[in-house]
């Protein structure tokens, strides 16, 4: 049975704005490129940027809903040592938060953005 997720796979429209957008102000390496994509590394995390054309031929439009309004969305969670120290330091280089560092009835204090494409990240370390 499935034991783990191996890549995350955000498909988006502006393919070069969003790859600009991973390498350049989150700080992933970029593994792989052609025409329709992007893949990135982040320590042992793949994350595959697939133009929405691409991702139509490979999947199939009906499955990808498009140009019936429907937008496949996704949010990932992503552990840091620091929110707000993360928070400065992504602000300073122009990333747009939704919300900002906030402590958590669950236990963990949390930030929001969304890159290009309208994805959503929370930046996330457990209070103490």
């Given at each position: 049975?499935i034991r ?7 498909f988006?429209?502006?393919?070069e704005?969003c790859?600009a957008f991973?390498?350049d102000l989150l ?6 490129s ?9 320590e042992d ?5 697939l133009?929405v054309?691409a991702a139509?031929k ?12 429907v937008s ?8 840091v040592?620091d929110?707000r120290k ?5 602000t ?14 669950w ?5 929001y953005f969304a ?5 959503i990240?929370?930046l ?5």
């Open positions: 049975m783990k997720i191996d890549a995350v796979v955000l988006v429209n502006d393919l704005k790859a991973y390498r700080g992933f390496e970029v593994t792989f052609d025409d329709v994509s992007h893949a990135l590394k982040l995390q793949h994350v595959v940027l133009h054309s139509a490979q999947v199939s439009e009906e499955a990808l809903a498009l140009g019936q309004g496949h969305r996704v949010m990932l969670c992503a552990g040592e929110v993360s928070y400065e330091t992504l300073a280089k122009g990333v747009t938060f939704i919300k900002p560092p906030i402590d958590q009835p236990g963990r204090c949390t930030a890159d290009p494409e309208g994805n990240w929370e996330w370390h457990p209070l103490e």
